[in-house]
C-alpha cells in the first residue's frame, strides 16, 4: 500500500483547507484510515480515524466541530476538510493507513496557518 498526500499550504486564521490522501497498491487489505499531524518540536498526534465502511469516525478533541474526515472506498481517498483553522494547527499532516498485517504512513503535507 502506498499513501499520497495532497492539499495542504496557507491558510489565515479562521480559514479552510481540504487535505486528500490517495491511496494504491494492495487497497483490499486496508482497514482503518487516520489522520495525524506532528508540530516542530512535537511528537505526532492522532487527529482522526475512519473505520473501513466509513461507519465509525473518531476525533481529537481539539479538532472537534471543526475537522471531518471522510472516505471514498470507491475511489481508495480519505479526506479531512479543515474549517475555522487556528495558528495551532500549522503542522505537518500525514495520512496513515493500517493493514492486515501491518500499517503505512504517507509521506505528510505542510498545513500553515497564519494569525
Known amino acids: 500500500v502506498q499513501l499520497v498526500e495532497s492539499g495542504g499550504g496557507l491558510a489565515q486564521t479562521g480559514g479552510s483547507l481540504r487535505l486528500s490522501c490517495a491511496a494504491s497498491g494492495s487497497t483490499f487489505a486496508i482497514t482503518t484510515m487516520s489522520w495525524y499531524r506532528q508540530a516542530p518540536g512535537k511528537e505526532r498526534e492522532l487527529v482522526a480515524s475512519i473505520s473501513k465502511g466509513g461507519g465509525t469516525l473518531d476525533y481529537a478533541d481539539f479538532v472537534k466541530g471543526r475537522f471531518t474526515i471522510s472516505r471514498d472506498a470507491a475511489k481508495n481517498t480519505m479526506d479531512l476538510q479543515m474549517d475555522s483553522l487556528r495558528p495551532e494547527d500549522t503542522a505537518v499532516y500525514y495520512c496513515?493507513?493500517?493493514?492486515?498485517?501491518?500499517?503505512?504512513w504517507g509521506q505528510g503535507t505542510q498545513v500553515t496557518v497564519s494569525s
Open positions: 496513515y493507513a493500517r493493514t492486515w498485517l501491518n500499517y503505512r
